[in-house]
């Protein structure tokens, strides 16, 4: 985003993650993310006030973490949970708490994946009414962080806040041309998370085709590159490799 010209400001509650930044430094591997950190002039603040004071825009991508036994190796059992919405929801009571003192009221722009219902069950009832509330789910994986968000499929916008979604339309036009899919907040939740369920179907469907493979003597790679001709019928080859599971 700096890149393309705007003024970036970041926020972090870990004093760590906000020297790390200060001293360029990148613990974790990602490609042309540390590039750009030593290109970077990114200002940081160490609470919400200061992103209110001097942002239009606020994205926040606090985590959503599920329970460690849905990890994608035990044994699933029936039950089910959702995620853990404790931070993001701490975090936007901040930032609530920061605009009704300083009486500005920036864009935000949630960006973490929670379930269909979250945002109106979990997050609307602790912002003023005053809050331009947004939801544009992020489709990138660890890795490819940086080309993911800057080629991406397509822009997914949940908001029922039309002057917003025209702002964030205007904004994201001066990244990237990728179309912009503006619906309500409960269809985007939905959109990210089928989304998420589709790519680990194609995963599961694989990995099937590789097991049937490895009892009938057929070679599996042979099989999906067969299949990955049908690009009409069958949507796209990207994730349709046997291999590792996922979760």
Sequence with gaps: VEAK???????DIYKKVLENIRNKYLPYREEGCQELLDQSSINLCEDGSGLVKNCDIIFVPIQTPHDPKF???TMLTQERADFDYTWLRDGMEDLNTAMYQEQKYPIIVIISTVLPGTIEREILPVLNPQVRLCYNPFFIAMGTTIHDFNHPEFILFGTE???????????????????????????????????????????????????????TGADVDSIIDGLSLATDRLISPKYLRGGMGDG
């Design 71 to 73: 990890e994608g190796v």
């Design 5 to 11: 010209g705007h003024e970036v400001w970041g926020c």
């Design 161 to 215: 806040d039309e002057g917003a979604a025209e702002i964030l339309q205007e904004f994201y036009s001066t990244i990237h041309d990728a179309p912009f899919y503006r619906t309500t907040i409960k269809n985007a939740e939905l959109i990210k998370v089928a989304y998420n369920t589709f790519i680990g179907m194609k995963i599961v469907y694989a990995n099937t085709m590789m097991e049937i493979c490895e009892k």
